[in-house]
């Protein structure tokens, strides 16, 4: 009788008893491995789900990064709102007006009523004016530069952030005009 490979291999001493036993206790190969495999049906039904679902989900990420952005937009306008009302100087009855220019292309002028010290303040530049709400109030310029950090909008820049044209043809050109003048 023949021996099995495992008798051969301890008689000729390539393997001992003991890795004779750890071979022996070793799952042996399944009939399904040998078996061809079968082929995948893709489902024409299941793929469109899930594009559907993925389609689905990046949209209610982008809403939900739309109504994330129009919170913190609120909360910026509830702190401007709120630095405002806190900060601002109360309001005078005065016949001396402050003029002042407002909006996009700097075509409309505004005027407040103010104290000949509050224009002087506005004029230096140690009070700033902000619009909240339609109205126009005076704040220190250091609650404006806060106002600023959340709506850059929100604050009237001073008579010394914008640009002095001059046109070169102008005869008066030499003459400097004081920012006080009062006509």
Known sequence: MSLSLRDQLLQAGLINEKQAQAASKQPHHQRSDRTPKKPVIVDPAKIAA?????????RDAEL?????DKAEQKARRAQVKQLIEQNKLPK???ELLYNFI???????????????ATRDQ???GSLSIVRCDGRYEVVPAA??????????HAVIPPRAAEPAR???????KDFVVP???MW
């Open 122 to 124: 506005l004029s230096a």
């Open 64 to 68: 939900n990064r739309i109504q994330r």
């Open 179 to 181: 920012d006080d003048l």
């Open 143 to 152: 609650i404006a530069e806060r106002i600023k950090e959340r709506d850059p």
């Open 50 to 58: 899930e594009k559907a679902a993925a389609a689905k989900a990046a």
């Open 102 to 116: 407002d909006g996009k292309e700097g075509k409309r002028i505004r005027r407040i009523p103010v104290t000949p």
């Open 166 to 172: 001059v046109d070169e043809n102008d005869p008066y």
């Open 92 to 94: 005078v009855e005065s």
